[in-house]
T-cell receptor
Framework: GENVEQHPSTLSVQEGDSAVIKCTYSDSASNYFPWYKQELGKRPQLIIDIRSNVGEKKDQRIAVTLNKTAKHFSLHITETQPEDSAVYFCAVNAGGTSYGKLTFGQGTILTVHP | DTEVTQTPKHLVMGMTNKKSLKCEQHMGHRAMYWYKQKAKKPPELMFVYSYEKLSINESVPSRFSPECPNSSLLNLHLHALQPEDSALYLC??????????FGEGSRLTVL
């Protein structure tokens, strides 16, 4: 099955700094790569996603880059704010016919200090 | 309406009880999911329904029984659970290979 590794497991930054979280995956047929943010006691919510036909996508302070050859993708958050503090999960869909099946990384606990 | 609604929010049950978790969405999504999430862990896929048919069962024990009565509803029937089944159960819906919309979850405690 799909193997998704996410690093780092915890990340502590000062407000205004940038944060980068990286995920690697194993299935070369995967073509959808979302990032979810989960605040304490809340549901996971999509913050950005990318498909395999593009290398980068940006939405205000958040960007995702994808390197299909190396099978890794990264979340970049610039000008971090305390409200960015949460657990971030990357995910990868199973390629081939197993559509709808997302495998999540182990999560990164991001803490932004004021 | 961009909501996935789950009931109940909290459930405590004994190992001999039978209970059900319910999920509803009105976004016209054709895929619905059950995920299980333990504390400080990622969501783990349990079941996927596509066009009201079970398309993925991730080798989930038979004490968990999913049901999709129609395209808007998804149930998870629980019977003879174990304490280690205590977790947050998340329902989600999506179009195929699109954003997953998660419900707030049902927090289950098995005594």
């Amino acid at each position: 099955g799909e193997n998704v590794e996410q690093h780092p497991s915890t990340l502590s930054v000062q407000e205004g700094d940038s944060a980068v979280i990286k995920c690697t995956y194993s299935d070369s047929a995967s073509n959808y790569f979302p990032w979810y943010k989960q605040e304490l006691g809340k549901r996971p919510q999509l913050i950005i996603d990318i498909r395999s036909n593009v290398g980068e996508k940006k939405d205000q302070r958040i960007a995702v880059t994808l390197n299909k050859t190396a099978k890794h993708f990264s979340l970049h958050i610039t000008e971090t704010q305390p409200e960015d503090s949460a657990v971030y999960f990357c995910a990868v869909n199973a390629g081939g016919t197993s559509y709808g099946k997302l495998t999540f990384g182990q999560g990164t606990i991001l803490t932004v200090h004021p | 309406d961009t909501e996935v609604t789950q009931t109940p929010k909290h459930l405590v049950m004994g190992m001999t009880n039978k209970k059900s978790l319910k999920c509803e969405q009105h976004m016209g999504h054709r895929a619905m999911y059950w995920y299980k999430q333990k504390a400080k862990k990622p969501p783990e896929l349990m079941f996927v329904y596509s066009y009201e048919k079970l398309s993925i069962n991730e080798s989930v024990p038979s004490r968990f029984s999913p049901e999709c009565p129609n395209s808007s509803l998804l149930n998870l029937h629980l019977h003879a659970l174990q304490p280690e089944d205590s977790a947050l159960y998340l329902c989600a819906s999506s179009q195929i290979i699109e954003e997953l919309f998660f419900g707030e979850g049902s927090r289950l405690t098995v005594l």
